[in-house]
């Protein structure tokens, strides 16, 4: 069996647990934990979490982070010199976290998610080399009342996680699920 249905099979044995109405935004985060080399299967396979979420009796919605960065730059006035002097980028990227939050915020209130909704994010491997993923879980997930799901291309050791193997890992109270780990 591959490692990306095992991961699927782990995640549906966890969401299947009863949930708590008492966690706190970074309780209500779960990270699915993948080889960045297995991007392209777990993509082809979304549709498989989809199902066993809703076999579990919740709502599903995908929100993805791959396009943010270039719709992000693309709007601004000066795209064009950003692209000419990649440099002067520095000074704009801290506004880049603001605009994901409100691209985020819009798609919560297209897809009427609630209590009983996994909000799943693909695409944070975009974020390599413009932000922390915790930097930008930490603000989505507040507004999630359900779960926020987060599909992590890296890996996850002695609670660690680091996304592409390529940081320095972080500590997150997030609920890691590998294709190793059984619930």
Sequence with gaps: MSRIK???QSYSKYISIPWRDDAAAAQRV???VYNENE???????VGEFEIV?????HEWA???LTDTFANWLASQRYA???????HLLSTLLPKYPAFIADEFEKFLQENDTGANSVVAIQGVGSLFGFLKVKEVVD???P??????LVFFPGSFEDNNYRLLDGYDGWNYLAVPITADKEY
């Design 80 to 86: 064009r010199s950003y692209f000419q002097e990649p």
């Design 6 to 8: 095992r991961l699927i």
């Design 62 to 64: 995908m929100f993805d």
């Design 30 to 32: 779960i990270f699915c």
């Design 53 to 57: 979420t809703r076999q579990a009796n």
């Design 139 to 141: 603000k989505l997930a």
């Design 143 to 148: 507004m999630v009342t359900g779960r926020l």
């Design 39 to 45: 991007e392209r299967s777990l993509r082809a396979k």
